[in-house]
T-cell receptor, first 115, second 112 residues
Framework: KAGVTQTPRYLIKTRGQQVTLSCSPI?????VSWYQQTPGQGLQFLFE???????NKGNFPGRFSGRQFSNSRSEMNVSTLELGDSALYLC??????????????FGPGTRLTVL | DQQVKQNSPSLSVQEGRISILNCDYT??????FLWYKKYPAEGPTFLIS?????DKNEDGRFTVFLNKSAKHLSLHIVPSQPGDSAVYFC???????????FGTGTRLQVFP
């Protein structure tokens, strides 16, 4: 079974631009979560989607948004990029979300560099 | 407010010996705990998990212990191998959510 895939793997943008990252979960997985990893802050939760609905949101500004499609694929958008948005963005999927303690499986991440 | 803490940023262990990585949490509502291993520029790889109804879970060389009263969990790797060298993150979650709260990680180095 294929794992979580993320595209693109690497991205370079300039300040003020916007970016869209894509995540395809493991087949059959319905929950997708996004995390930001930076050297200083570690892994921080961005948001969680289940059945096209955002179920949880972390403490990030409104410039960070996401959505999930009916096939469970998810996209994350960051508008008006800032230098501090440079990070590894990780997507994780799990089988079900409601009342579950399912394990989340991570993709390889998208390395975003903002110049 | 760091709800999940890994107080040792690094650990160095000789091959064949036991590696013990520690994690503390503050939120008593957490009921599911996981350990992930991470190499640079890659996503975390799931290692082992434990539910709050258990105090121990074992999978091969990896064992996780949970002490709910102390809000402490630990990962034991026996015997340690050079391939275990990576950053290890503990994470916690609450029921009805997939939101994982991660610790800051411990870099394990296993030397020959």
């Amino acid at each position: 079974k294929a794992g979580v895939t993320q595209t693109p793997r690497y991205l370079i943008k300039t300040r003020g631009q916007q970016v869209t990252l894509s995540c395809s979960p493991i087949s059959g997985h319905r929950s997708v979560s996004w995390y930001q990893q930076t050297p200083g802050q570690g892994l921080q939760f961005l948001f969680e989607y289940f059945s096209e609905t955002q179920r949880n949101k972390g403490n990030f500004p409104g410039r960070f948004s996401g959505r999930q499609f009916s096939n469970s694929r998810s996209e994350m958008n960051v508008s008006t990029l800032e230098l501090g948005d440079s990070a590894l963005y990780l997507c994780a999927s799990s089988l079900v979300a409601s009342g579950s303690t399912d394990t989340q499986y991570f993709g390889p991440g998208t390395r975003l560099t903002v110049l | 407010d760091q709800q999940v803490k890994q107080n040792s940023p690094s650990l160095s262990v000789q091959e064949g010996r036991i590696s013990i990585l520690n994690c503390d949490y503050t939120n008593s509502m957490f009921d599911y705990f996981l350990w992930y291993k991470k190499y640079p520029a890659e996503g975390p790889t799931f290692l082992i998990s434990i539910s709050s109804i258990k105090d121990k879970n074992e999978d091969g060389r990896f064992t996780v212990f949970l002490n709910k009263s102390a809000k402490h969990l630990s990962l034991h790797i026996v015997p340690s191998q050079p391939g275990d060298s990576a950053v290890y993150f503990c994470a916690a979650s609450r029921q009805n959510t997939d939101k994982l709260i991660f610790g800051t990680g411990t870099r394990l180095q296993v030397f020959p």
